[in-house]
């Protein structure tokens, strides 16, 4: 089975920045898109960032500037640098990759369980 993990979530004030990591793990044949996407309380998912296995990359609107994606093929691991970070910033971060597996060798996306974000003086 596939898992991603999120890590690098937690508190910082306006202005502040943040890095988050994503390790995809399992039986990974390989890897092609992956993401980021957030869910601020009471809104619905929305997308933040995606970067190809091209390393092609397409963000937000309200992103795009401060935040910036990159991926380690290596360590089968997507990261956000998020930089000047914003109280409407807030919210839980999950990241997403589209995997094949070493048995099925199809792309399946695959979600992490989310890392909580929040940006308070």
């Known amino acids: 089975q596939v898992q991603l993990v999120e890590s690098g979530g937690g508190l910082v004030q306006p202005g502040g920045s943040l890095r988050l990591s994503c390790a995809a793990s399992?039986?990974?044949?390989?890897?092609?898109?992956m993401g980021w996407y957030r869910q601020a309380p009471g809104k619905e998912r929305e997308l933040v960032a995606t970067i190809t296995s091209s390393d092609s990359t397409n963000y937000a609107d309200s992103v795009k500037g401060r935040f910036t994606v990159s991926r380690d093929n290596a360590k089968n691991t997507v990261y956000l640098q998020m930089d000047s970070l914003k109280p409407e910033d807030a919210a839980v971060y999950y990241c997403?990759?589209?995997?094949?597996?070493?048995?099925?060798?199809?792309?399946?996306?695959?979600w992490g369980k989310g890392t909580l974000v929040t940006v308070s003086s």
């Open positions: 399992g039986s990974i044949f390989s890897i092609d898109a």
């Open positions: 997403n990759a589209a995997i094949a597996t070493r048995t099925r060798r199809i792309y399946v996306t695959y």
